[in-house]
C-alpha cells in the first residue's frame, strides 16, 4: 500500500487477556518502529526494528510487551496480561533510511491502534 | 537517559499572530526532527535539523537548531487556522544504539482563534 497499515484501528479487550497489534510498513522500508502515546503525551519509544533483528528494544516497558518481524516486513506487537496501564494508542512507523549515527530517516506513521483495556 | 523537553504544553493565539515552541534535550543530539499531528491523526514529519546552528524555512515555519546541538525551536509567523495541531520534536542521540532511536517530546499543542 502506500502508507503504513495498522490493524486493528480499535481494540477493547479485558484486563488479563492477549492482545496482538499489526503493523504493514510502507514497501521497501527496512527500519520499522513501535511507539505507544498516551493522551496528551509525545509517542513513547517502545522497539526498533532494523530488518528481521530487534535493534533497539530498549523501551519495551516490561516482559509481557514482545514484537518480532520475522520476514523483515510486516511486525506484531503482542502484550501478554493485558493491564488498564497499557491503554494508549500504538503507533507504528517505517523509515527508508539504514541505521546510523550521522543521521534518522524521516519517520512514516501509521494511523495507530487504539487499544483500551477495561 | 536521554530526555526530550519542550515548552509550553499548550498555546493560544489569535488567528495572524506569532508562534514558537522550544525543544531542550538532556544529551546531545545528532539530529533532530519535527511532526506536526492535527487532531485525531498521527505524526507527520516536517523537517529534519542536522547541523550545529542550522536554519531552515518552509512557508511561514522556521525551525532552528541550537549550537550545542542540545536545543530546537519552531516559529511560525502570522498563525492560520490550519496551523492547528500538536508540534513534536524528537530527537537522536549520537550515542543511541544503532543511531536511530527517536525521542520524542511531550508536545505543544497550537490553538488558533479565528
Known amino acids: 500500500g502506500a502508507g503504513v497499515s495498522q490493524t486493528p484501528s480499535n481494540k477493547v479487550t479485558e484486563k488479563g487477556k492477549y492482545v496482538e497489534l499489526r503493523c504493514d510498513p510502507i514497501?521497501?522500508?527496512?527500519?520499522l518502529y513501535w511507539y505507544r502515546q498516551s493522551l496528551g503525551q509525545g509517542p513513547e519509544f517502545l522497539i526498533y526494528?532494523?530488518?528481521?533483528?530487534?535493534?533497539?528494544d530498549s523501551g519495551l516497558p516490561n516482559d509481557r510487551f514482545f514484537a518480532v518481524r520475522p520476514e523483515g516486513s510486516v511486525s506484531t506487537l503482542k502484550i501478554q496480561r493485558t493491564e488498564r496501564g497499557d491503554s494508549a494508542v500504538y503507533l507504528c512507523?517505517?523509515?527508508?533510511?539504514?541505521?546510523?549515527?550521522?543521521?534518522?530517516?524521516?519517520?512514516?506513521f501509521g494511523e495507530g491502534s487504539r487499544l483500551t483495556v477495561l | 537517559g536521554q530526555q526530550v523537553m519542550q515548552i509550553p504544553q499548550y498555546q493560544h493565539v489569535q488567528e495572524g499572530e506569532d508562534f514558537t515552541t522550544y525543544c531542550n534535550s538532556s544529551?546531545?543530539?545528532?539530529?533532530i526532527q519535527w511532526y506536526k499531528q492535527r487532531p485525531g491523526g498521527h505524526p507527520v514529519f516536517l523537517i529534519q535539523?542536522?547541523?550545529?546552528?542550522e536554519v531552515k524555512k518552509q512557508k511561514r515555519l522556521t525551525f532552528q537548531f541550537g549550537e550545542a546541538k542540545k536545543n530546537s525551536s519552531l516559529h511560525i509567523t502570522a498563525t492560520q487556522t490550519t496551523d492547528v495541531g500538536t508540534y513534536f520534536c524528537a530527537g537522536s542521540g549520537i550515542y543511541n544504539n544503532a543511531g536511530n532511536m527517536l525521542t520524542f517530546g511531550g508536545g505543544t499543542r497550537l490553538m488558533v482563534k479565528p
Open positions: 544529551t546531545t543530539l545528532s539530529n
Open positions: 526494528f532494523q530488518g528481521t533483528g530487534a535493534a533497539d
Open positions: 512507523a517505517s523509515s527508508l533510511r539504514l541505521g546510523g549515527r550521522a543521521t534518522t530517516g524521516e519517520l512514516f
Open positions: 535539523l542536522v547541523k550545529s546552528g
Open positions: 514497501s521497501g522500508h527496512t527500519a
